[in-house]
């Protein structure tokens, strides 16, 4: 990894799918979300990029585009999404970071980022990166931690909170963990070529007797109405937005080939045996078991 690279957190060797998803009653925040990304989601498109794709938990819900690319920088994570969805065509593996995307510019019409931006030091700089590699006019799909949800209010006014919920600048309340003031969003997706378009607050209700008195489907209808709401205020501890990347974008040739190389930028990348190596600057990236290995570089 390069030297400029801000800390990423590392899943490596993680079992979060199993023990945060599959056994920690996180239903109704798996159906709240899966909610959200069908009222945001268009209905189809060729190539969707999925940052932070981890074990595969929401691939299978982009059924409308042609091929998903999963992104994460936990190579152990990427293993797991291929257990669950197989190593067919129309999804393609790749480990890295989103500040060095491993793609040439302009070749997504779709993009989503979800459960990610919350562990990013410089989020400004990772969506420019992601604008980079986007179509013009093309749908960019993004959740984040919303600081300025009604738990943090109520605890900030009863003092037992030091951070000020209301004021614009991220925290970060442990480490590599931030919460983001939805002024701040909304102003670094600008800034990153971004227009947004639609808000939408998800899983209203996280809190554990609710989960455990109500039922989930009745919940997630609930949370269904709340989302609503999302372009009025954003109160929820999580929100979903949509954002369209405006200006132009460069049109690569031979789309089908999507890497470059993160170390210089250079494209095409020449295939061999079980690697790939930039004819510009040598590097060399590994093939592992259909899994592309772009995380290490100097």
Not at 8 to 21: K, L, M, N, V
Not at 140 to 150: G, M, R, T
Not at 170 to 182: A, C, I, Q, T
């Amino acid at each position: 990894m390069p030297e400029d690279t801000p800390p990423i957190i590392d899943y490596e060797g993680s079992d979060y799918q199993s023990t945060f998803w599959d056994q920690s009653n996180r239903q109704y925040e798996d159906s709240a979300e899966m909610t959200a990304l069908k009222r945001l989601l268009p209905p189809g498109g060729d190539l969707l990029l999925e940052l932070g794709a981890g074990a595969g938990r929401n691939t299978p819900r982009y059924a409308g585009y042609k091929r998903v690319v999963l992104l994460d920088y936990s190579l152990t994570q990427l293993i797991q999404a291929q257990e669950r969805l197989g190593k067919k065509e129309r999804y393609i593996y790749v480990a890295g970071d989103v500040y060095h995307l491993p793609f040439k510019p302009g070749i997504y019409d779709g993009a989503t980022m979800i459960r990610v931006l919350h562990h990013l030091v410089s989020p400004p700089r990772a969506l420019t990166e992601i604008r980079r590699v986007m179509k013009g006019g093309s749908t960019f799909i993004l959740e984040y931690a919303n600081k300025q949800n009604l738990k943090a209010v109520l605890r900030y006014w009863l003092r037992k909170q030091e951070w000020d919920p209301f004021s614009t600048p991220p925290v970060e309340f442990v480490d590599l963990n931030f919460n983001f003031h939805p002024r701040y969003i909304r102003a670094e997706l600008q800034e990153a070529q971004f227009q947004l378009e639609r808000q939408l607050t998800v899983s209203h209700f996280r809190i554990n007797f609710l989960k455990k008195i109500v039922p989930t489907p009745l919940l997630v209808t609930l949370d269904s109405l709340a989302q609503l709401t999302g372009n009025l205020w954003q109160l929820s501890p999580s929100v979903f937005t949509r954002s369209r990347a405006v200006g132009t974008s460069p049109q690569p040739e031979n789309p089908g080939d999507i890497f470059q190389c993160p170390r210089c930028g250079s494209y095409p990348l020449d295939r061999e045996e079980e690697q790939l190596v930039c004819s510009s600057c040598g590097q060399i990236y590994p093939l592992q078991d259909g899994i592309y290995d772009f995380r290490k570089f100097s």
